[in-house]
């Protein structure tokens, strides 16, 4: 049965500085899926990541996948205020995905 | 726009009382999922329906049903309600063909209140 766990959970940081969000999952997940949920709103496709190795940017946000390590990370470069937002990770199985807690991220001017 | 409706945006209604989500999905999609989201909270996956059949399902509780028509839009019923049962419901689509990967796309959410 597939478990996808993300840390940190919460994340408070200045605008300027990187971050990174792991997300670990238990058991073989052919693709690894990465949202954003902003307070109150839907949830927001990020990236798609479809095989090992794979990287994905978008902006100030870069995901990659190591399906060696069960690993998932999404970096924060130079994060700015909009960036504040809940992201969740998700892996595959039997025709649904698995979600993370989700990361509460809020980036302080 | 991810192009997933889902009606009505609010609801506020009484405990005992009994209401049905509405979800249209993307054109062409044959999935639909459903979640609940309370405030603060993770998503909690309710079911998923494929081409009309029922194909997965999470934490549903017996007081919820759903059913996906041949139309593919989709209807969540909640009934007894409870105080506990206030939270965002959302919808999402996805294409779920053979090969296709899985990528769901939500809709705006419905958000029940129950007073």
């Known amino acids: 049965e597939l478990k996808v766990e993300q840390n940190p959970l919460f994340l408070s940081m200045q605008e300027g500085k990187n971050y990174t969000i792991y997300c670990n999952y238990s058991?073989?997940?052919?693709?690894l899926y990465w949202y954003r949920q902003d307070p109150g709103k839907s949830l927001e496709s990020l990236f798609v990541?479809?095989?090992n190795g794979a990287v994905k940017q978008e902006g100030r946000l870069m995901a990659s996948l190591d399906t060696k390590a069960r690993l998932s990370t999404l970096h924060i470069t130079a994060a700015v205020h909009d960036l504040s937002a809940t992201y969740f990770c998700?892996?595959?199985?039997?025709?649904?995905?698995?979600w993370g807690a989700g990361t509460k991220l809020i980036i302080k001017p | 726009d991810s192009g997933v409706t889902q009606t009505p945006k609010h609801l506020i209604t009484a405990t005992g009382q009994r209401v049905t989500l509405r979800c249209s999905p993307r054109?062409?999609?044959?999935?639909v999922y459903w979640y609940q989201q309370s405030l603060d909270q993770g998503l909690q996956f309710l079911i998923q329906?494929?081409?009309?059949?029922?194909?997965a399902k999470g934490n549903i509780l017996e007081r919820f049903s759903a059913q996906q028509f041949p139309d593919l839009h989709s209807e969540l019923n909640l009934s007894s309600l409870e105080l506990g049962d206030s939270a965002l419901y959302f919808c999402?689509?996805?294409?779920?063909?053979?090969?296709?990967?899985?990528?769901?796309?939500f809709g705006p959410g419905t958000r029940l209140t129950v007073t």
């Open positions: 999402a689509s996805s294409p779920s063909g053979q090969g296709a990967y899985h990528e769901q796309y």
């Open positions: 054109s062409g999609d044959l999935s």
């Open positions: 329906y494929y081409n009309g059949e029922e194909r």
């Open positions: 058991t073989t997940s052919d693709r």
């Open positions: 990541l479809l095989s």
């Open positions: 998700a892996g595959d199985s039997n025709y649904q995905l698995i």
